[in-house]
C-alpha cells in the first residue's frame, strides 16, 4: 500500500512527457511552457526531499506521508483543470513538494517495520515498482492522452490516491509517533533556496547555454548551502534539521557516493541513447522507446529477485556485482554503437546493464541504513533521495555538454559551415554527422563507466555489518553504535 503513493509520484516525473504536444496545441503555449511543466515538478521535488524527511521524523512518517499524500492529489486534481500555462506550472511545483513529502517516508517505516533480514526484499520489491513506473509513465501517458485527454494523466491520480490514503490510514500503524520539535526558519529557507539554486542551474543550464548567468546562480546555490553548514553545525547540540551524526556512520557515507553514481549512470544513460537510436539508426520515438524498455524491464525483473539474493551473497556482493554489471553493460554499449550497427547488438548490452542497476538499489539501501538511528531515518532517506537526483541532473548536465562539444553548435558535420549555409546535406554529410554523434555517444558512455567505477571502488569500502550488531530499529539511543561507526 506504501508504494502505490511512491509509484504516482515517480510515475508523474516521465508521464507529463506524452502530453506536451497536446499542451502546446491546447494552450498554445510555448516550448519554454512546456518544458517548464515538465521541469517544475523535478526542481520541486529534489529541492524539498531532505526537509521532507526530516519532518518525517519529527511529526512521524506515517503523518507526513498522508499530508504529502493529500497534497499530491489535490495538486493533481487542480493541474487537470488548468485553463492556462500560469496555472499548471506552480500547480505542478505543488505536485512535486507532494511527492517529496511522500517519498522519504517509505524508507523509515520500512526499517522499523521489517526485521534487517527483511530489508533488502523490501528495498526490492520497491526498487521494482520504481523501475516499473519510469517505464510505464510515457505508455501510461500515451495511452491516456490518445484515449482520453492529456487531463487525465493527471486525473487518473485521484482514484489511486484515495485508495492509498484509505488503506495506509486503515491498516498502517505509525512506527514512529515523532518528536514534534520546531525546526528553525532560517535553517529552512536556506536549505531550500541553496538547493533550489543549485537545481534551477542544473535543470536550466543546456537550455539557456551555460550563461554567465546560470554559473552566477550555482555559485549562489552553493554559497548558500555553505552557510547552511555553518548553521547547522551550530544546532548540532540541539535539534538540526540534518544530523551530522549520520556522516559518522561509514556505511550511510558510502551509500551518498554510491547513490551519486548511480544516479549519474541511470539518467546519463538514456538521453545519448535515445540520440543514437533516432538520430543514427533513424527510429521513430516510439520505436527507439521500446529499444530503450528492454533497460528496465530487465531492472525490474532482477529488482524482484535481489532481496533473496542478497539474504544468500550478501549486500556488499550483490551490490559491487550490480555496478560492475551495469558499467560492463555500458562500456558494450559503446563498443556496440557505431553509425553502421544492427540494433539487435545492444539489446544484450542493455539487458546487462538493467540486470546491473537491478541488483543495485536493494542492497546500496541496505547497506547504508543498518547504522541510522530510527529516529533519523527520515532525513536520512531523504538525504540520499536528493543525492541521487543531484547525480542525475549533473549526468544531464555533463552528457549535454559532451555532446555539444562533440557536434558542434549549428555546423555542418562534413564541411564545418554553418547548417543554414551547407543547404541540403549530402549522403556524406549526413554519414559523417552519424559517426561524429556515435563518437559522442561512446564518449558519453565512458565518462559514465568512470562514475560507476568510482561507485564500485566505494561498494569495496564496505565494511561486514558485525555479528552481534543490534539492528538499526531497536537502538539503545540516538547514537550510531560504536561497532558501526568509524
Same mark, same amino acid.
Given at each position: 500500500?506504501?508504494?502505490?503513493?511512491?509509484?504516482?509520484?515517480?510515475?508523474?516525473?516521465?508521464?507529463?512527457?506524452?502530453?506536451?504536444?497536446?499542451?502546446?496545441?491546447?494552450?498554445?503555449?510555448?516550448?519554454?511552457?512546456?518544458?517548464?511543466?515538465?521541469?517544475?515538478?523535478?526542481?520541486?521535488?529534489?529541492?524539498?526531499?531532505?526537509?521532507?524527511?526530516?519532518?518525517?521524523?519529527?511529526?512521524?512518517?506515517?503523518?507526513?506521508?498522508?499530508?504529502?499524500?493529500?497534497?499530491?492529489?489535490?495538486?493533481?486534481?487542480?493541474?487537470?483543470?488548468?485553463?492556462?500555462?500560469?496555472?499548471?506550472?506552480?500547480?505542478?511545483?505543488?505536485?512535486?513538494?507532494?511527492?517529496?513529502?511522500?517519498?522519504?517516508?517509505?524508507?523509515?517505516?520500512?526499517?522499523?517495520?521489517?526485521?534487517?533480514?527483511?530489508?533488502?526484499?523490501?528495498?526490492?520489491?520497491?526498487?521494482?515498482?520504481?523501475?516499473?513506473?519510469?517505464?510505464?509513465?510515457?505508455?501510461?501517458?500515451?495511452?491516456?492522452?490518445?484515449?482520453?485527454?492529456?487531463?487525465?494523466?493527471?486525473?487518473? /491520480?485521484? %482514484?489511486?490516491?484515495?485508495?492509498?490514503?484509505?488503506?495506509?490510514?486503515?491498516?498502517?500503524?505509525?512506527?514512529?509517533?515523532?518528536?514534534?520539535? %520546531?525546526?528553525?526558519?532560517?535553517?529552512?529557507?536556506?536549505?531550500?533556496?541553496?538547493?533550489?539554486?543549485?537545481?534551477?542551474?542544473?535543470?536550466? #543550464?543546456?537550455?539557456?547555454?551555460?550563461?554567465?548567468?546560470?554559473?552566477?546562480?550555482?555559485?549562489?546555490?552553493?554559497?548558500?548551502?555553505?552557510?547552511?553548514?555553518?548553521?547547522?553545525?551550530?544546532?548540532?547540540?540541539?535539534? %538540526?534539521?540534518?544530523?551530522?551524526?549520520?556522516?559518522?556512520?561509514?556505511?550511510?557515507?558510502?551509500? /551518498?557516493?554510491?547513490?551519486?553514481?548511480?544516479?549519474?549512470?541511470?539518467?546519463?544513460?538514456?538521453?545519448?541513447?535515445?540520440?543514437?537510436?533516432?538520430?543514427?539508426?533513424?527510429?521513430?520515438?516510439?520505436?527507439?522507446?521500446?529499444?530503450?524498455?528492454?533497460?528496465?524491464?530487465?531492472?525490474?525483473?532482477?529488482?524482484?529477485?535481489?532481496?533473496?539474493?542478497?539474504?544468500?551473497?550478501? %549486500?556488499?556482493?550483490?551490490?559491487?556485482?550490480?555496478?560492475?554489471?551495469?558499467?560492463?553493460?555500458?562500456?558494450?554499449?559503446?563498443?556496440?554503437?557505431?553509425?553502421?550497427?544492427?540494433?539487435?547488438?545492444?539489446?544484450?548490452?542493455?539487458?546487462?546493464?538493467?540486470?546491473?542497476? #537491478?541488483?543495485?538499489?536493494?542492497?546500496?539501501?541496505?547497506?547504508?541504513?543498518?547504522?541510522?538511528?530510527?529516529?533519523?531515518?527520515?532525513?536520512?532517506?531523504?538525504?540520499? /533521495?536528493?543525492?541521487?537526483?543531484?547525480?542525475?541532473?549533473?549526468?544531464?548536465?555533463?552528457?549535454?555538454?559532451?555532446?555539444?562539444?562533440?557536434?558542434?553548435?549549428?555546423? /555542418?558535420?562534413?564541411?564545418?559551415?554553418?547548417?543554414?549555409?551547407?543547404?541540403?546535406?549530402?549522403?556524406?554529410?549526413?554519414?559523417?554527422?552519424?559517426?561524429?554523434?556515435?563518437?559522442?555517444?561512446?564518449?558519453?558512455?565512458?565518462?559514465?563507466?568512470?562514475?560507476?567505477?568510482? #561507485?564500485?571502488?566505494?561498494?569495496?569500502?564496505?565494511?561486514?555489518?558485525?555479528?552481534?550488531?543490534?539492528?538499526?530499529?531497536?537502538?539503545?539511543?540516538?547514537?550510531?553504535?560504536?561497532?558501526?561507526?568509524?
Amino acid at each position: 500500500m506504501l508504494c502505490l503513493g511512491v509509484f504516482m509520484t515517480l510515475l508523474d516525473v516521465t508521464i507529463v512527457s506524452s502530453a506536451t504536444p497536446s499542451l502546446i496545441e491546447t494552450f498554445d503555449a510555448s516550448i519554454d511552457q512546456a518544458v517548464w511543466v515538465f521541469s517544475a515538478y523535478i526542481m520541486a521535488f529534489a529541492t524539498t526531499l531532505i526537509l521532507a524527511g526530516r519532518l518525517g521524523d519529527l511529526h512521524g512518517p506515517r503523518r507526513m506521508y498522508l499530508i504529502g499524500l493529500t497534497v499530491f492529489v489535490t495538486a493533481s486534481v487542480l493541474c487537470g483543470a488548468a485553463q492556462a500555462p500560469w496555472q499548471l506550472i506552480p500547480l505542478r511545483v505543488l505536485q512535486g513538494v507532494g511527492g517529496a513529502l511522500l517519498v522519504p517516508q517509505l524508507m523509515p517505516m520500512i526499517t522499523t517495520l521489517f526485521p534487517p533480514q527483511k530489508w533488502g526484499a523490501a528495498f526490492g520489491f520497491t526498487g521494482a515498482l520504481s523501475g516499473l513506473a519510469v517505464l510505464a509513465g510515457p505508455l501510461v501517458g500515451g495511452f491516456l492522452v490518445t484515449g482520453a485527454s492529456w487531463r487525465w494523466i493527471f486525473y487518473v /491520480n485521484l %482514484p489511486i490516491g484515495l485508495l492509498t490514503f484509505f488503506l495506509v490510514l486503515r491498516f498502517l500503524p505509525d512506527p514512529r509517533p515523532g518528536l514534534r520539535q %520546531p525546526l528553525g526558519i532560517g535553517s529552512v529557507l536556506l536549505l531550500l533556496s541553496g538547493v533550489g539554486a543549485v537545481v534551477f542551474g542544473l535543470v536550466e #543550464g543546456e537550455r539557456l547555454h551555460w550563461s554567465a548567468t546560470v554559473w552566477a546562480i550555482i555559485v549562489v546555490g552553493l554559497v548558500l548551502l555553505a552557510a547552511f553548514f555553518a548553521d547547522q553545525r551550530r544546532r548540532q547540540s540541539g535539534v %538540526p534539521l540534518v544530523p551530522f551524526v549520520l556522516f559518522r556512520a561509514r556505511s550511510f557515507t558510502l551509500m /551518498n557516493l554510491i547513490a551519486v553514481t548511480v544516479g549519474f549512470g541511470v539518467v546519463g544513460a538514456f538521453l545519448p541513447l535515445t540520440l543514437y537510436l533516432q538520430s543514427v539508426q533513424g527510429l521513430s520515438a516510439a520505436r527507439a522507446g521500446l529499444v530503450i524498455a528492454v533497460m528496465p524491464l530487465a531492472s525490474v525483473a532482477t529488482a524482484v529477485i535481489s532481496g533473496r539474493v542478497i539474504e544468500t551473497a550478501g %549486500p556488499k556482493r550483490v551490490l559491487l556485482g550490480g555496478l560492475v554489471c551495469f558499467s560492463a553493460g555500458l562500456g558494450l554499449i559503446a563498443s556496440q554503437a557505431t553509425a553502421h550497427a544492427s540494433v539487435w547488438q545492444l539489446v544484450g548490452p542493455l539487458v546487462l546493464a538493467g540486470v546491473g542497476t #537491478g541488483f543495485t538499489f536493494a542492497p546500496m539501501f541496505s547497506v547504508g541504513m543498518r547504522e541510522v538511528p530510527p529516529q533519523l531515518s527520515g532525513v536520512a532517506s531523504g538525504t540520499v /533521495n536528493t543525492v541521487q537526483e543531484l547525480g542525475g541532473l549533473l549526468a544531464s548536465a555533463a552528457i549535454g555538454v559532451v555532446l555539444q562539444v562533440r557536434l558542434g553548435e549549428g555546423r /555542418n558535420i562534413a564541411t564545418g559551415r554553418p547548417v543554414e549555409a551547407a543547404g541540403r546535406p549530402t549522403q556524406a554529410a549526413l554519414d559523417a554527422f552519424h559517426e561524429t554523434l556515435a563518437g559522442a555517444i561512446r564518449v558519453s558512455m565512458l565518462i559514465q563507466m568512470a562514475v560507476l567505477a568510482a #561507485g564500485a571502488l566505494c561498494a569495496l569500502a564496505i565494511k561486514p555489518a558485525p555479528p552481534a550488531a543490534e539492528p538499526a530499529g531497536q537502538p539503545s539511543s540516538g547514537e550510531p553504535r560504536t561497532a558501526d561507526v568509524d
